[in-house]
């Protein structure tokens, strides 16, 4: 169970942090949520009692919607090696609509390995694409910048120092498959 303050990440919002827990009557029962309230950038990070909304996630099943703590700095590494290995970890012939459920579901359910292994079959999608979707750009760009803070912050390294990093490992990934 977190507490408040815990610094956690989020699924696809990323870095966040628990503001509260609260209790909601619901159906005649108690459900406790989390408040969380997400950190992209350090004026937010710096100001957590704005008014902005908070996600409410019932402690009950936080793991399996994808409330996880931040990546270790030794995950961090072994996530830099699982970028550059040549498994693609989801099908490529499978159309982009149909997949992108599964690389939201995987990120859910594995963290940031799973994340890891969606940025690396998006990169590879787009890619072997002249033309990628503009929603399978978009979305391989937030995700990117997701696991760029999380690995970096981690390893105590600036996101524009853990680009080069990832960006290399991502091109081992692509040279091992041609």
């Known amino acids: 169970m977190y507490k408040i303050g815990d610094e956690v990440s989020y699924g696809l919002h990323g870095k966040c942090v628990i503001t509260g827990i609260e209790t909601k009557e619901i159906n005649d029962g108690s459900v406790s949520f989390y408040q969380v309230r997400t950190l992209k950038n350090p004026i937010t990070a710096k100001n957590p009692n704005r008014n902005d909304p908070c996600i409410l996630i019932p402690v009950s099943s936080a793991q399996a919607k994808g409330l996880r703590p931040l990546v270790t700095k030794e995950e961090a590494e072994s ?66 910048k997701i696991l760029a803070r999380e690995l970096g912050e981690s390893m105590g390294l600036t996101t524009k120092e853990i680009e080069p990093l990832l960006n290399r490992a991502l091109r081992n990934k692509l040279h091992a498959n041609n």
């Open 79 to 144: 996530i830099l090696k699982l970028l550059s290995d040549s498994e693609y970890h989801f099908d490529l012939n499978e159309t982009w609509v149909s997949k992108q459920k599964k690389l939201e579901e995987s990120i859910r359910k594995e963290g940031a390995i799973g994340l890891a292994k969606v940025v690396g079959h998006l990169f590879i999608m787009i890619k072997n694409d002249a033309v990628p979707p503009t929603s399978l750009t978009k979305f391989y760009e937030s995700i990117y």
